[in-house]
């Protein structure tokens, strides 16, 4: 790792962030290079991160990879897209690794040996498992939890990867790939994983437009003979050109692979839900069908919360904001929510103030100025007291 990267490391560690915020809730947070030992040259990276993301929390985020970082326009696309959806709770917020590959070494890069004796894509996988991942979940609190996105010569490389390596991945989303080059057809190579073992569900999602529909149905086909334990699903667009099936394909891969996420979270959020005992168990429900956690939404835990606060159940709302405060223990603002039910319920707030006081003097989702105001909020709830 060179020495930009350890340098942006340890001031970010900090809290200092070197752009601003162009999403609603996720932040860039590392735009660097690092030499690859085993391709044996720079590999350019952009590291984003949700809004609540900071070293310093115990929780870790399932990290999404998204191949091809130099074509802008599809890169600012997923990433907005993956923005979207996280703030309308469709999907957990996640850490992206947005890498890119330039041009005189793509097509090596992705391309085995077997089909040209250059081909640098088994030193490409080494790089990625072995260097860029362990590096992400070491630095920037990433779990095993693994989405790969490529286009193009990437979705034919997510896919060969999906096979070799489907334990180590939870989800593929291959947009306008190809499946056959030289010596290789990835539609056999299906028949690799009906020879291991799963330990969860693994997604597999493609979208192909107006050129490799052939190959679209020879792989949708073989998909569906071999019924592999993979849920899967591929999408023609016989009219779309290459570079339009990227935003074709995207919203609804994401929006399939965590709706059974949504779906789990759901039951908790859901009116008719008084236990919130049930908490524990929805969330090895979740782990137990993606074989790695992820944790529920901001808004859904925190919907929880004011359900029963305006429903006058205080005390069930102060157990929803504190279930909340286990996985965003930075979002200070919850203390104060749990003040206020505690001065429906007349308790003493003495402890829940000092709590606050802590977090939100460690926290770095909030602006000195949003902390001020946060500080003043405090002082009126003190004040209703009286």
Not at 12 to 18: A, P, R
Not at 136 to 144: G, L, N, T
Not at 164 to 191: C, G, H, Y
Request: hydrophobic share 35%; glycine share 4%.
């Amino acid at each position: 790792m060179n020495k930009i990267l350890i340098f942006i490391l340890c001031t970010t560690v900090k809290g200092f962030f070197l752009f601003g915020q162009d999403y609603e809730r996720y932040k860039k947070l590392v735009d660097t290079t690092i030499t690859s030992t085993f391709l044996g040259f720079e590999k350019n990276f952009t590291v984003t991160v949700p809004f609540e993301w900071q070293t310093d929390i115990e929780r870790e985020f399932p990290l999404i990879i998204l191949f091809d970082r130099q074509n802008s326009r599809s890169n600012n696309y997923i990433l907005n897209t993956i923005d979207y959806l996280t703030s309308t709770d469709q999907m957990p917020s996640s850490i992206i690794i947005s890498v890119e590959s330039e041009q005189q070494y793509r097509n090596l890069e992705t391309t085995p040996k077997v089909s040209n004796p250059n081909g640098l894509s088994l030193q490409n996988e080494n790089f990625i498992f072995k260097e860029l991942i362990p590096m992400a979940e070491k630095h920037f609190i990433a779990s095993d939890f693994r989405l790969f996105i490529g286009h193009s010569r990437y979705g034919y490389f997510t896919t060969s990867l999906l096979f070799s390596r489907i334990n180590e991945l939870n989800a593929v989303i291959s947009l306008s790939p190809f499946f056959i080059e030289k010596n290789v057809d990835l539609t056999d190579s299906i028949k690799l994983i009906e020879k291991q073992g799963f330990n969860s569900k693994k997604y597999y999602r493609f979208g192909i437009g107006n050129d490799f529909p052939e190959q679209f149905v020879k792989m949708d086909s073989a998909l569906k003979i071999a019924q592999p334990p993979l849920n899967v699903k591929g999408t023609l667009f016989p009219e779309a050109d290459h570079y339009a099936v990227p935003g074709l394909t995207i919203t609804t891969s994401l929006y399939e692979i965590f709706e059974e996420w949504n779906k789990i979270q759901d039951i908790y959020f859901s009116n008719n839900q008084k236990d919130l005992t049930v908490f524990n168990t929805l969330n090895t429900k979740i782990e137990k069908h993606y074989g790695s956690g992820l944790v529920f939404s901001l808004g859904v835990l925190n919907g929880k919360g004011w359900f029963f606060y305006n429903e006058a159940e205080y005390a069930k709302a102060i157990e929803a904001w504190e279930i909340l405060l286990t996985t965003y223990p930075n979002y200070s603002e919850a203390y104060l929510y749990i003040i206020d039910a505690q001065i429906q319920l007349k308790m003493d707030i003495s402890k829940t103030v000092e709590q606050f006081n802590q977090s939100l003097s460690k926290s770095s989702i909030f602006s000195q100025k949003e902390k001020e105001g946060l500080l003043k909020d405090l002082e009126d709830l003190k004040k209703s007291q009286l």
